[in-house]
Nanobody, 116 residues
Framework: QVQLVESGGGLVQPGGSLRLSCAAS????????MGWYRQAPGKQRELVASITSGKYTNYADSVKGRFTISRDNAKNTVYLQMNSLKPEDTAVYYC??????????WGQGTQVTVSS
């Protein structure tokens, strides 16, 4: 099993910034991809950004140019720097880890609210 501990959510005004962190522990061998999903009320969970062990990144079109995902393999931690936040970014953000061959793990979620 892989345990994920998220931190960094909160309330921020439009145009502001937040940084999310997610630290993985437990059976952390063969971790391939780490990333972030989000789910707004009444909507499906969607991919925000992901990063592979080789540092290949993928972003949702809605966050390109505003969000940056990074990963510290030595610390088994993934970060999401969110800049120029918009009200539509409001959601619960979930950390996700994919471990080979095909195991998926989720964090408990952290609330991000963008409001004036």
């Amino acid at each position: 099993q892989v345990q994920l501990v998220e931190s960094g959510g909160g309330l921020v005004q439009p145009g502001g910034s937040l940084r999310l962190s997610c630290a993985a522990s437990g059976s952390i061998f063969n971790i391939y991809a780490m990333g972030w999903y989000r789910q707004a009320p009444g909507k499906q969970r969607e991919l925000v950004a992901s990063i592979t062990s080789g540092k290949y990144t993928n972003y949702a079109d809605s966050v390109k140019g505003r969000f940056t995902i990074s990963r510290d393999n030595a610390k088994n931690t993934v970060y999401l720097q969110m800049n120029s936040l918009k009200p539509e970014d409001t959601a619960v953000y979930y950390c996700h880890v994919k471990r080979l061959p095909n195991n998926n793990y989720w964090g408990q979620g952290t609330q991000v609210t963008v409001s004036s």
